[in-house]
């Protein structure tokens, strides 16, 4: 079976500071990766994503970035962290055949201060 | 552009009883799919029910059903003999394509309070 993990799970960062939220699967090969973004009591905003390794399509300019080095492993990222960046990221993989729903990972709630 | 709308930002029902929320849609693709995801405050996202823009019958999961009135762009979540773990968020999001689409955008989202 397919999972998803995330880490870390909660993170606490300064103002200016640097991020790395890694996002990994397993049981899939060749799987459609996101990054969504949620702000406290919002939906969910699609910042990232990735059909193939080395291949990253934004959604909405930041300062944020992604990466995908590996086929089941998706990096957020970011040089320098705004109060803006706080928030709930989730990863999420599909298989992209139809009918095919986003699973989604546990998330990472991101705290700047 | 896409669009996902869901105005209802919370929503109270009594225990055992069923509950509508509301999603309604707009796109130019005529081919799209509709879900629905559950989120508790864990935060995890559970995928509940899906239904396919060419699907004729409505889609039904337990006690999820989809009630699709493509007409009116509306793609509605009934939730029958509500328990109090359906305490939730719930999201609507829509996917252009059946597949291979690749994005899939969220609405804002309904909290549902169940009362015991």
């Known amino acids: 079976s397919q999972t998803i993990h995330q880490w870390p799970a909660t993170l606490v960062q300064p103002v200016g500071s640097p991020l790395s939220l890694e996002c990994t699967v397993e049981?899939?090969?060749?799987?459609?990766l996101y990054w969504y973004r949620q702000a406290a009591g919002r939906g969910l905003q699609l910042l990232f994503y990735s059909v193939g390794i080395g291949q990253i399509s934004s959604e909405v300019p930041q300062n944020l970035s992604a990466s995908r080095p590996q086929d089941r492993q998706f990096i957020l990222s970011s040089k320098k962290l705004l109060l803006s960046d706080s928030g709930f990221y989730l990863c999420?993989?599909?298989?992209?055949?139809?009918?095919?729903?986003?699973?989604f990972g546990p998330g990472t709630r991101l705290l700047v201060l | 552009a896409q669009k996902i709308t869901q105005t209802q930002p919370g929503m109270f029902v009594q225990e055992k009883e069923a509950v509508t929320l509301d999603c309604t849609y707009d796109t130019s693709d005529p081919s799209y799919g509709l879900f629905w995801y559950k989120q508790p405050s864990s935060g995890e996202m559970i995928f509940l029910i899906y239904?396919?823009?060419?699907?004729?019958q409505n889609a039904t999961e337990g006690r999820y059903s989809l009630n699709f009135q493509k007409a009116r762009k509306s793609a509605n979540l009934v939730i029958s003999a509500s328990q109090l773990g359906d305490s939730a968020m719930y999201f609507c999001?829509?996917?252009?394509?059946?597949?291979?689409?690749?994005?899939?955008?969220f609405g804002a989202g309904t909290r549902l309070f169940v009362k015991a």
């Open positions: 999420a993989w599909s298989s992209g055949r139809e009918k095919e729903t986003q699973y």
């Open positions: 239904q396919g823009s060419y699907d004729q």
């Open positions: 049981g899939t090969s060749n799987p459609n």
């Open positions: 999001a829509m996917r252009e394509g059946l597949g291979g689409g690749f994005k899939t955008i």
